[in-house]
């Protein structure tokens, strides 16, 4: 008896905070597009459309509200950057201090491909700095020796498979 | 005496052996006296047993809602089913170091049972440094962050588990990746090892890349649980979210598959010693930053980090770890030469260099992503969100060279490949991929990205179709076995190299996946009134209404929708809000999901809402080529299996196949 009441009362508050979705369809979709910009503030990184949390329900529901009073997706998002602070966004503005993130995410692989070709271009003058040692070959020799050498190893290779 | 008090007396004895433990390792290895390293091994064994106690008391704790123990009062509750109650004991900060502790305990005593006698000289660092790291865990057990602290009286009845803790996946997911973090202890005490005693020659090599392996396979199932449990569960329609608990669980595998890599190329040819070393102490530093990001509430916000009881010791542990190993490893340095040099840019060597390249970069754009909302809040005060978005747009092309050079870097040879010997193997991959992005773009998938991310797939699909093809072949022109006895035999020979490209073929499937889904998801917000059909792309879906289920602590709200395909029935898919005792602003949502065949589409469907008229609202995602990411996730684990196989004793080779002549010869 206890726990029908306790049940009936769960779906009263709960019916209460999932509104029935408007039918307008396009309505829909721009409020959908706003909310996978915004974060929902009590997930981890999931944002305001993926979520299904009560308060992310609650601010679709307040998107909805906004557009059909004929606000701009930029008016709404700003309203909700003004009122949670620019960590609402799930991504971080591209201007400002949050530019820094883009930056280091471009500098991070140009500096590894300085490394690489510093590296990869010492060794190979290694390798020449040693060349004289064979410079008793002529170009061609040297050619047909390195082939059969590349022959060789590729052949010890699979040899050593069986 | 209760329970409680034998579980905290465990584990302060276990603090204090593994303290006598370290000392005696390292007399033992300065002073060269073989017992004392023994007594060591004996205290290793010791601390597993009393960590067992100690986890085993909290399990017993569990079981029985032993409220008077603060941890079980958090953690469970009265009504909570066995299993639920078992994932208590890693729901909690406590609970969860004690996993972690007792893990390394069991597997550092496995380590030693297996490795001891092969690896005496490196016995003394590698069971100091495992001491330390257990020392370090068991102090911060027994004296700041106790699972056995009690309240004064028993309270009647606990708090309860967190309901999105309770599925399946929970059983699973936490603790592979606790045990995955914990398991780069083993490799990272190995290298320290070889650092201490100064035997910097190939002795390492292979205790580090086996159990770097192990490691890598654990963090990788648990990853894929991961994203199991956040498809399954989570319930919004992606399997990952790019959020800060997912992020730092990665960087240590990718540093990971970067050595895996790299060391091949010091086995082969003596090269990168200093940096593979560098990846294995990044490795180990970074399962550290892992296991106490979350629990340290660093990355929440800088007030929470200073709240938290254990995040300051935790930094503290990980700055100091850093220090001693870079500061050995310079020390070193003059005993590291490289033993050659590179002799072309076409080379498997280089080709590692380049898939290092791309697999650090991935993890340090991560890792900038993931504490830039730290820099941002400690520079100026203001916190910014890194989401989806970046990630996706940051390392995707990255994933997309490496995916790429997956097909390229196994076709080239060590030291040098003519131009002539990489057309002749690339050709036919290439054919296909070419082949794929052609017909895919003719057949209207108009994203040229989508196209070209396909096409890549297909090309490394086809390079490692190549090797295996040419494998069978070569076999079957020698022992002239049926091409799957062939295969058996040919991957059983070299499980190192097929299990090696078993896995590549898994990451090509996961990027099958990930590239549909992401190109191609749908998502639809529809609202059924009861019986009513509505229809979503190729699929049709009727409303049969509401029902409930009342289940200890549990009530479900469950909306069944039957689905069709044109004319064919697909069964019923029935999702459903689960509201939690003690948690009810937290519904759950259960979805319903079904793979189609022939299209390996999911419906993937959540129940959203519904009114007081009986109508219910519905969000429908058609999810392409997913259920490739799970068939990818077992071909993963099958591979990882098979390349970390013990290889036998010596090679078999001569049974099967008469040597050649001179072979025999030479051994006889
Ligand atoms: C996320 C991406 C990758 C993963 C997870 C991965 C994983 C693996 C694993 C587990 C092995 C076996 C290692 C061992 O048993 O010690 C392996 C071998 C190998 N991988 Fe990768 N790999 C990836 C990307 C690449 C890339 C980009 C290249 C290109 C250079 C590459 C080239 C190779 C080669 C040449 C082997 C050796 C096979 C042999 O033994 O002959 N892998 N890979």
New binding site residues.
């Given amino acids: 008896m206890l726990k029908r009441s306790l049940l009936a009362l769960l779906l009263v508050l709960f019916a209460a905070a999932a509104t029935p979705v408007s039918a307008d369809g396009h309505l829909e979709r721009q409020a959908l597009e706003i909310g996978k910009q915004l974060r929902c503030p009590v997930c981890q990184n999931l944002s305001v459309a993926d979520s299904s949390s009560q308060l992310a329900e609650q601010m679709r529901e307040l998107i909805r509200k906004r557009l059909e009073a004929g606000e701009s997706r930029e008016q709404i998002i700003a309203y909700f950057v003004e009122r949670y602070g620019e960590e609402i966004l799930l991504d971080p503005p591209r201007q400002g201090f949050s530019q820094l993130v883009w930056w280091g995410a471009l500098l991070i692989p140009l500096v590894g491909v300085v490394l690489v070709v510093v590296v990869v271009r010492d060794r190979l003058r290694q390798r020449e700095a040693e060349a004289p040692a064979v410079a008793f070959f002529s170009e061609e020799e040297r050619q047909r020796y390195e082939s059969i050498l590349a022959q060789e190893i590729e052949q010890a290779e699979r040899t050593r498979l069986w | 005496m209760r329970l409680g008090d034998i579980g905290q007396i465990a584990l302060v004895v276990a603090f204090a052996l593994a303290a006598y433990g370290l000392v005696s390792a390292a007399l033992g290895g300065v002073h060269r006296r073989p017992e004392m390293v023994a007594s060591a091994r004996g205290a290793g064994y010791g601390v597993a047993l009393l960590v067992s106690v100690a986890s085993l008391v909290l399990l017993a704790a569990l079981l029985t809602k032993d409220f008077t123990l603060r941890y079980v009062y958090e953690n469970t509750s009265r009504d909570a089913p066995l299993d639920v109650t078992l994932s208590g004991f890693w729901g909690g900060q406590a609970g969860s170091l004690l996993f972690w502790a007792w893990a390394l305990a069991l597997l550092g005593a496995v380590v030693l049972a297996v490795e001891f006698r092969s690896y005496r000289a490196l016995m003394p660092g590698f069971l100091g440094t495992l001491f330390a790291i257990q020392i370090f865990f068991l102090a911060v057990l027994a004296f700041v962050s106790s699972p056995f602290q009690q309240h004064p009286a028993a309270l009647p009845d606990g708090r309860g588990l967190n309901p999105l803790l309770w599925d399946d996946g929970m059983r699973i997911h936490p603790p592979l990746l606790l045990a995955g973090y914990m398991s780069f202890s083993v490799p990272f005490a190995f290298a320290m090892a070889a650092l201490l005693s100064g035997r910097l020659r190939r002795e390492w090599l292979q205790p580090v890349?086996r159990w770097m392996?192990v490691a890598w396979g654990i963090q990788g199932a648990g990853l894929l649980a991961g994203a199991w449990w956040a498809y399954h569960v989570l319930g919004w329609g992606g399997y990952w979210g790019w959020d800060p608990v997912e992020n730092v669980a990665l960087l240590p595998w990718l540093t990971a598959?970067a050595f895996?890599?790299s060391v091949?190329a010091q086995e082969r040819r003596g090269l990168f010693k200093v940096w593979n070393l560098g990846l294995v102490i990044a490795s180990f530093a970074l399962a550290i930053f892992g296991t106490f990001v979350v629990r340290s509430g660093v990355l929440a916000s800088v007030h929470s980090f200073a709240q938290s009881t254990v995040g300051p010791v935790f930094f503290a542990f990980l700055g100091v770890t850093l220090v001693a190993a870079l500061c050995l490893l310079f020390y070193r340095l003059p005993q590291l030469p490289p033993e050659g040099h590179l002799d072309s840019v076409a080379s498997?060597e280089a080709?590692?260099l380049?898939?290092n390249f791309l697999l650090l970069s991935i993890a340090a754009a991560t890792f900038w992503g993931t504490i830039f909302p730290l820099v941002s809040e400690l520079t100026r005060g203001a916190k910014v969100t890194v989401g989806g978005p970046f990630y996706q747009q940051v390392n995707g092309p990255l994933a997309l060279g490496?995916l790429v050079?997956?097909g390229l870097?196994?076709l080239l040879a060590w030291r040098r490949t003519s131009l002539m010997a990489l057309w002749r193997n690339v050709r036919w991959p290439l054919a296909a991929g070419l082949l794929v992005g052609i017909v895919l773009f003719a057949l209207g998938v108009q994203r040229g990205l989508a196209a070209l991310a396909f096409a890549a797939a297909a090309f490394t699909l086809g390079s490692i179709g190549l090797e295996f093809w040419r494998g069978v072949r070569a076999r079957r022109a020698m022992t002239g076995e049926p091409r799957p006895v062939a295969l058996w035999h040919l991957v059983a020979r070299a499980r190192?190299?097929y299990?090696?490209?078993l896995?590549?073929l898994s990451?090509v499937l996961i990027a099958f996946g990930v590239i549909g889904s992401s190109f191609y998801q749908t998502e639809h917000v529809v609202t059924f009134r009861k019986g009513e059909t509505h229809s979503v792309g190729r699929y049709t879906f009727t409303y049969q209404g509401m029902a409930e289920h009342v289940e200890p602590g549990v009530v479900a709200i469950v909306a069944p929708l039957s689905a069709a395909d044109g004319a064919t029935a697909l069964g019923t898919l029935a999702p459903e809000r689960r509201i939690h005792r003690n948690w009810e602003q937290q519904p759950v949502s259960g979805v319903a999901y079904q793979t189609t065949l022939p299209w390996l589409e999911d419906i993937y469907v959540i129940l959203s809402g519904w009114g007081d008229d009986g109508s219910a609202t519905f969000r429908i995602y058609i999810n392409p080529l997913v259920s490739l990411i799970w068939l990818g996730g077992a071909v993963f684990l099958l591979g990882?299996l098979i390349?970390a196989w013990p290889a036998a004793a010596r090679p078999r080779a001569s049974v099967l196949r008469p040597a050649p002549q001179e072979v025999l010869v030479a051994e006889a």
Avoid: C, D, E, I
């Fill in positions: 890349r392996l598959t895996l890599h091949m498997r080709s590692f380049l898939n490496l050079l997956m870097g196994p190192r190299r299990g090696g490209y896995v590549h990451m990882t390349a």
